[in-house]
């Protein structure tokens, strides 16, 4: 039997792949162009499979931090002083090469508000000193007169306390040559140091020569080369029973000296004063 003619179209698109009829009005990805519903990038798959290109990721704005802001003011103040500076040494160049009025003028004008812009600071600057003890420098090293002598007779109790209780057990060995005028000067220093803190004080000749006044010395047994003495009179603070050498100094030393230097290598740190 004979199908008429539209029923026979009608069963053919039946069996069309829909998947023609999706080929019109599809959504391609943007950017992507094919030259048939089976090709993706040159390759056959089927279409349903082709694999968009990769989308750029924007990247996030960087928000600067507070660090990165302070930073950024330091250099613009940085910047400006520097500015401010070359200005000042301009204006006064100008005026001792070229010394006319206006040019004098200017400078004075110039360096005027750089006197004014240092008062301020240090108006400030005092300011915030009294407001804030712990950058107060002066708790520890006082600059008022009456301050200063509260402190140095504290320090003084401090310091002969320490001479007394090292003469225990320490004592002070003392370099010298037999042609050494300051090695001589040295003796009624010494003398004092032994009246006063009951301190030992042994006499170490480097010559093999004697000198009056002092303890017999005795001939350097190769102390000096551990030491590295190469000059003299040089003084030594040494303890009996550890054996422990604190170098004093050389030269000329007054009492205080002594007493100051002492107390410094023996009971405080780097710092400490």
């Known amino acids: 039997m004979r199908l008429a003619i539209p029923t026979l179209l009608i069963l053919m698109a039946a069996l069309v792949p829909t998947s023609l009829f999706a080929l ?4 391609y990805p943007s950017g992507m162009e ?4 089976w090709a993706c990038h040159g390759q056959e798959k089927f279409n349903w499979y082709c694999e968009e290109a990769a989308r750029p990721v924007k990247k996030p704005k960087e928000i600067s931090t507070p660090e990165e802001s302070v930073k950024t003011k330091e250099a613009l103040a940085v910047e400006e002083l520097e500015k401010i500076r070359k200005d000042l040494d301009a204006k006064r160049a100008l005026a001792v090469v070229h010394p006319t009025a206006e040019n004098i003028k200017s400078y004075m004008a110039a360096q005027k508000v750089e006197i ?3 008062s301020y600071f240090a108006d400030i600057w005092r300011r915030v000193l009294w407001q804030n003890a712990e950058l107060n420098f002066e708790l520890k090293n006082p600059m008022n007169n009456s301050a200063i002598k ?11 306390n320490t001479m007394a209780d090292l003469a225990k057990e320490w004592g002070i060995f003392f370099f010298f040559r037999g042609d050494c005028p300051y090695c ?8 004092w140091i032994t009246r006063q803190y009951d301190m ?9 020569s004697t000198i009056d006044g002092l303890p017999p010395s005795v ?4 102390l000096s080369a551990k030491l590295g003495v190469d000059a003299v009179p040089l003084f ?12 004093l100094g050389s030269g000329v030393l007054s009492l205080q000296d002594f007493v100051e230097r002492i107390y410094v290598l023996t009971q405080t740190k780097p710092g400490d004063l």
């Not at 019109?24 to 959504?27: K, T």
């Not at 094919?34 to 519903?37: C, G, K, L």
């Open 24 to 27: 019109e009005g599809r959504d």
């Open 150 to 160: 509260v402190a140095t007779r504290d320090r003084d109790a401090r310091q002969n």
């Open 116 to 118: 004014d812009r240092a």
């Open 200 to 208: 030992t004080i042994l006499p170490i000749s480097l010559d093999g």
């Open 184 to 191: 001589k000067h040295m003796v009624p220093t010494l003398q």
């Open 236 to 247: 030594v603070l040494g303890n009996v029973k550890t054996h422990k050498m604190v170098i």
């Open 219 to 222: 001939k350097d047994n190769g």
């Open 34 to 37: 094919y030259s048939s519903a």
